[in-house]
T-cell receptor, first 113, second 115 residues
Framework: AQSVSQHNHHVILSEAASLELGCNYS??????LFWYVQYPGQHLQLLLKYFSGDPLVKGIKGFEAEFIKSKFSFNLRKPSVQWSDTAEYFC???????????WGAGTKLIIKP | EAQVTQNPRYLITVTGKKLTVTCSQNMNHEYMSWYRQDPGLGLRQIYYSMNVEVTDKGDVPEGYKVSRKEKRNFPLILESPSPNQTSLYFC??????????????FGQGTRLTVV
């Protein structure tokens, strides 16, 4: 069965540190890849997505992610985090243009001011 | 404004008392789904619907029912709630695959407590 792994459940960083959150999926076919963010007390919002083309995708708020097909990975990055980036981040995949999204367990990011 | 609306946002109920959480979207999306979010477990899909009158079980369907009589609405029904259904619930919708627009839009969430 397909699955999505987010390796870090909790990450604590200081402001201005660089961020990389890992996401790996297990599926060999065509995938669409997503990162969603959930700020405290809010619903999930799309941060960025990859469907095709340039494997380096840029999202909102300075986030970017790189799709590396050979590694089945879609890691999220930000060069310099801010306190307002404190949130939970979810990686999701849909396979073969299916409707269903397969979700990672999420990574709680805490930025210390 | 494109949105998914869930009601209520907060609900405390007692074991065994039937309840319904409503979900409505205004984007004419075919696909709708319900998730529950629990600490350390991420999002788990309860049920989904690919169109009117077409519903199917997700990963954790036990204790839940859904219906899709109209395209815009997808209510979640707990016939006899139990404390292990205490959770944060999200409704989501997305457009038909093939339009290049498979982003899922989420409702604001319903925090349910069953005592």
């Amino acid at each position: 069965a397909q699955s999505v792994s987010q390796h870090n459940h909790h990450v604590i960083l200081s402001e201005a540190a660089s961020l990389e959150l890992g996401c790996n999926y297990s599926y060999g076919g065509t995938v669409n890849l997503f990162w969603y963010v959930q700020y405290p007390g809010q619903h999930l919002q799309l941060l960025l997505k990859y469907f095709s083309g340039d494997p380096l995708v840029k999202g909102i708020k300075g986030f970017e992610a790189e799709f590396i097909k050979s590694k089945f990975s879609f890691n999220l990055r930000k060069p310099s985090v801010q306190w307002s980036d404190t949130a939970e981040y979810f990686c999701a995949v849909n396979v073969d243009s299916n409707y269903q999204l397969i979700w990672g367990a999420g990574t709680k990011l805490i930025i210390k001011p | 404004e494109a949105q998914v609306t869930q009601n209520p946002r907060y609900l405390i109920t007692v074991t065994g008392k039937k309840l319904t959480v409503t979900c409505s979207q205004n984007m004419n999306h075919e696909y709708m789904s319900w998730y529950r979010q629990d600490p350390g477990l991420g999002l788990r899909q309860i049920y989904y619907s690919m169109n009117v009158e077409v519903t199917d079980k997700g990963d954790v369907p036990e204790g839940y029912k859904v219906s899709r009589k109209e395209k815009r609405n997808f209510p979640l029904i707990l016939e006899s709630p139990s404390p292990n259904q205490t959770s944060l619930y999200f409704c989501a919708s997305s457009a038909q695959i093939g339009t290049g627009n498979t982003e899922a839009f989420f409702g604001q969430g319903t925090r349910l407590t069953v005592v």
